[in-house]
Nanobody
Framework: VQLQASGGGLVQAGGSLTLSCTAS????????TAWFRQGPGKEREFVAA????????YYADSVKGRFTISRDNAKNTASLQMNMLKPEDTAVYYC?????????????????WGQGTQVTVSS
């Protein structure tokens, strides 16, 4: 499975961005999907996850109410809609998928990772 993340960029605080992640190769609908991020000088942290069927989602407290994760299994894509962005959201954002139907928030539970896309929020 190969993952291609896109949609990052520079935005002012309070603005919005939508990240997309497209899977190719031996894809399956039975994948958990998540977004993680790594800010400057910080460890990689969990942002949001969605289970294989799409209706169940889970968010880090820091983004709850501002970010929305979704997936379209027919198109092998996952998206992260980010609203009310803050400077502390600045990071490289990674999409990840893993085998299994449940939501997980730990990096080791994900088997495939995209290359990352930079999000910079200016104050």
């Amino acid at each position: 499975v190969q993952l291609q993340a896109s949609g990052g960029g520079l935005v002012q605080a309070g603005g919005s961005l939508t990240l997309s992640c497209t899977a190719s190769g031996r894809t399956s609908n039975i994948y958990r999907t998540a977004w993680f991020r790594q800010g400057p000088g910080k460890e990689r942290e969990f942002v949001a996850a969605v289970n294989w069927s799409g209706p169940s989602t889970y968010y880090a407290d820091s983004v709850k109410g501002r970010f929305t994760i979704s997936r379209d299994n027919a198109k092998n894509t996952a998206s992260l809609q980010m609203n009310m962005l803050k400077p502390e959201d600045t990071a490289v954002y990674y999409c990840a998928v893993g085998l299994g139907v449940s939501i997980c928030a730990l990096p080791y539970q994900y088997d495939y990772w995209g290359q990352g896309t930079q999000v910079t929020v200016s104050s």
